[in-house]
Antibody, heavy 120, light 107 residues
Framework: QLQLQESGPGLVKPSETLSLTCTVSGGSISSTSHYWGWIRQPPGKGQEWIGSIYYSGSTYYNPSLNSRVTISVDTSKNQFFLKLRSVTAADTAVYFC????????????WGQGTRVTVSS | DIQMTQSPSSVSASVGDRVTITCRAS??????LAWYQQKPGKAPKLLIYAASSLQSGVPSRFSGSESGTDFTLTISSLQPEDFATYYCQQTKSFPLTFGGGTKVEIK
C-alpha cells in the first residue's frame, strides 16, 4: 500500500526558506502514470495546490507562488522536496504531499500533513 | 484560473438523511472534477473523480453528477462516519483549484 510522509521543520522565521521532504513508501516514485504534488491548507481554510513534479523532474507550479517555489525529486531515495522562499505569516499552513494521477489530476493518497508556522 | 464555488458552506443533517452538496466552476471543465472528504486533523480522502466515478473502496452511498458547470455530490443515506468537510477540485487545467469546502454537521 502506497504511503507518503512529510517531514521538515515546524517553525520557520519570516523571510527564510521553508524546506519539506516527502518520502514515498510501498511504491516507486518513478511511476510513469503519476505526478507528485504539494498542497497546503491554511488554518481554517481550504486547500491550495502549490505544484507538482514528474519523476523525470518536469514541474508545474501555481503561478501565485511560482517565483518562490522549487519542487525537486530524488528517485534514488524515493523522495521529493518542496522549497518555499521568503516566507511570511501567510505561508503558515498544513502542508500535504500527495500522489497525483497523471491523467485525472486528482490526488490519492495523501500524506498525513505537516504543520508549518511562520513566526519569529 | 478556474474558480470553484461550493454551496452550502455548511449543512446540518441527521443519520439517514440524503445530503446534496454543489460545486460550480467559473468556466466549462467538462467532467474534470474530483470530490474529497476530510475529517478534522486528517488528510483529504478521494471519493469521486471524473465527476461521477467512484474511487475504489468508497461506499456506494456516495455519488457524483454534473450539469453544465454545476457538479453535485450526493450522500444517499448519511452515516455517522460521514460527518466531515467535503471539497471539490477541478482537474481540467493548471493551476489545479479547490472549492472552499462544505461542512456536514450533526443536526
Amino acid at each position: 500500500q502506497l504511503q507518503l510522509q512529510e517531514s521538515g521543520p515546524g517553525l520557520v522565521k519570516p523571510s527564510e526558506t521553508l524546506s519539506l521532504t516527502c518520502t514515498v513508501s510501498g511504491g516507486s516514485i518513478s511511476s510513469t502514470s503519476h505526478y507528485w504534488g504539494w498542497i497546503r491548507q491554511p488554518p481554517g481554510k481550504g486547500q491550495e495546490w502549490i505544484g507538482s513534479i514528474y519523476y523525470s523532474g518536469s514541474t508545474y507550479y501555481n503561478p501565485s507562488l511560482n517565483s518562490r517555489v522549487t519542487i525537486s525529486v530524488d528517485t534514488s531515495k524515493n523522495q521529493f522536496f518542496l522549497k518555499l522562499r521568503s516566507v511570511t505569516a501567510a505561508d503558515t499552513a498544513v502542508y500535504f504531499c500527495a500522489r497525483q494521477q497523471q491523467l485525472e489530476n486528482c490526488f490519492d493518497p495523501w500524506g498525513q500533513g505537516t504543520r508549518v508556522t511562520v513566526s519569529s | 484560473d478556474i474558480q470553484m464555488t461550493q454551496s452550502p458552506s455548511s449543512v446540518s443533517a441527521s443519520v439517514g438523511d440524503r445530503v446534496t452538496i454543489t460545486c460550480r466552476a467559473s468556466q466549462g471543465i467538462s467532467s474534470w472534477l474530483a470530490w474529497y472528504q476530510q475529517k478534522p486533523g486528517k488528510a483529504p480522502k478521494l471519493l469521486i473523480y471524473a465527476a461521477s466515478s467512484l474511487q475504489s473502496g468508497v461506499p456506494s452511498r456516495f455519488s457524483g453528477s454534473e450539469s453544465g458547470t454545476d457538479f453535485t455530490l450526493t450522500i444517499s443515506s448519511l452515516q455517522p462516519e460521514d460527518f466531515a468537510t467535503y471539497y471539490c477540485q477541478q482537474t481540467k487545467s493548471f493551476p489545479l483549484t479547490f472549492g472552499g469546502g462544505t461542512k456536514v454537521e450533526i443536526k
